[in-house]
């Protein structure tokens, strides 16, 4: 099956959002894809309808016959010059563009520590995000640690759903907060939406210079060993919620062989990216916060639909967002103590076991990947990778087809397998189709 639009967006959070409203007033075909259910992404989970910021432009979305949605539909790769490979619950299908915008977002930088893969340590925006979801924390204990303003954000909706929040544990010192805190006068939203989180959790101890050393437990989370202003204590708990800031999503924009630097999608002031007629919007560029993601969204919508100059406002406020990351990195920024947390056998990736000791022999990314599988799991080193690159410097240099777990189905749907087929296959064959064959004769798994 397939389907074609003018232009696709890949991402249905505030940059992809803000990018089908300023593309789709200029009357070209607009598919918008994402795969979760309800678009929003994670800032607006549940629906941006749910919240007031986001109320307009989803109304004004919904009103317009000329964007087609792609709700549940799961990017898996790329099918040709100018295709993507898409897959959903029930079909899988190529989806066609001339221009191609990428609002990816960002996922949580989770890094390791003794005792991080029992039950009940979670991310501290994956735990919010269950929450979210329904799942049920009235009751129960909980630590909230990492580095960033999400953690107060994610304490707040703990509490609101009857957790009881014991420590907010910021990892970045006083004198940091506190210039952050100062220079937050030039952002008055952005202030006004701390003093509000702030005055929600009053009561919950919010530390500084302070970081997760151990989780203890049997078969379950128990205690939390703590390094708290330079003193160690243990806390009893039911649920650790960790996080340490976000990651961009390039995994796409890599496959497309879009130039990355510094982790993130390297962009001009048109928010297009090296490659001609792809642009890419929100934290898939640079994690700033939903109001840089808006504007880079809608920036990226007018210059991809027309030729045309973004309104002075959105340029603005691009501006002012990039000044307000920047403040954030440099507040924020990880301490070195956190590279040391790590016993020999803690392990660094999940989803192949592998364990510290087993890495510090390797001295780059893809050594660690050939000699111990590191990466190659499931999750294509989303969570190692960000740890790994923390730990060791070490950068990711490839990315493998398809970017996310795909039915072999669904690649042979799309890559019919032909009868008489050499399993190392010809070199000049599509890099899709390659993949499928070679892995459908030997009998491999698509993941």
Known sequence: MMHNADIVIV????AGLAAARSAARSGARIALVDDNPLAGGQIWRGGPQHNPQASQLWAELQQMANVQWFMQSRVIGTAAAAQLLLETPQQAFRLGYRKLILATGARERLLPFPGWTLPGVTGAGGLQALVKGGYPVHGKRIVVAGSGP?????????QQRGARVLHILEQSSWRKLAGFTLQLARTPAKLRQAWQLRLQLAGVPYRADSYVLRAQGEQQLSAVQMMVAGRRLSMDCDYLACGYG????????QALGCRIVEGAVQVDERQQTSLENIYCAGEGSGVGGVDLALAEGHIAGIHASAPGNPASHWLAQRRRQQAFARRLDSAFALRPELRRLCAP????????????DALQAHASWRSAKLHTRCGMGPCQGRVCGGATDFLFGWKPDSVRLPIAPARIASLMALHPLESECDPECDPECDSGSRF?????????PAV
């Open 11 to 14: 991402g249905a959070g505030p």
């Open 150 to 158: 999400l953690l107060l954000a994610v304490a707040a909706t703990l």
């Open 246 to 253: 976000l990651l961009p999503n390039t995994e796409l924009a």
């Open 345 to 356: 056998e803690t392990l660094v990736c999940r989803c192949e076991d592998v364990a510290y």
């Open 436 to 444: 499928t064959r070679f892995a459908t004769v030997r009998g491999k």
